[in-house]
Nanobody
Framework: QMQLVESGGGLVQTGGSLRLSCAGSGRAFNLYAMGWFRQAPGKEREFVAAITWSGGNTEYADSVKGRFAISRDNAKNTVYLQMNSLKPEDTAVYFC????????????????????WGQGTQVTVSS
């Protein structure tokens, strides 16, 4: 079992920045790729970013490339999502997730590859 807790969401104006954090516990955090997904009202959950167990490989959705950066600190069992140049269309609940298989590379971009999910944190970007 693995528990994931997100934090760092909030209300920000267009063009602003936020950094989300996701703290993991209960399983060897450093063995698993981690992902960030988001879900806006009335829409399906979508992939945002992912990072391999070592942090050596990252993947991004086209909509966030060049604006968002995923990173991890395995010593702190934490994965981060730095979000810059935020737009109203980035408004959503953001979820972090842990891969179901250890040492997967490259990191998966589909939700089905992830077994453990946090409760989500709301990000609202005002225009």
């Amino acid at each position: 079992q693995m528990q994931l807790v997100e934090s760092g969401g909030g209300l920000v104006q267009t063009g602003g920045s936020l950094r989300l954090s996701c703290a993991g516990s209960g399983r060897a955090f450093n063995l698993y790729a981690m992902g960030w997904f988001r879900q806006a009202p009335g829409k399906e959950r979508e992939f945002v970013a992912a990072i391999t167990w070592s942090g050596g490989n990252t993947e991004y959705a086209d909509s966030v490339k060049g604006r968002f950066a995923i990173s991890r600190d395995n010593a702190k069992n934490t994965v981060y999502l730095q979000m810059n140049s935020l737009k109203p269309e980035d408004t959503a609940v953001y979820f972090c997730a842990a891969d179901s298989h250890s040492y997967r590379a490259p990191a998966a971009t589909i939700a089905g590859a992830y077994s453990y999910w946090g409760q989500g944190t709301q990000v609202t970007v005002s225009s």
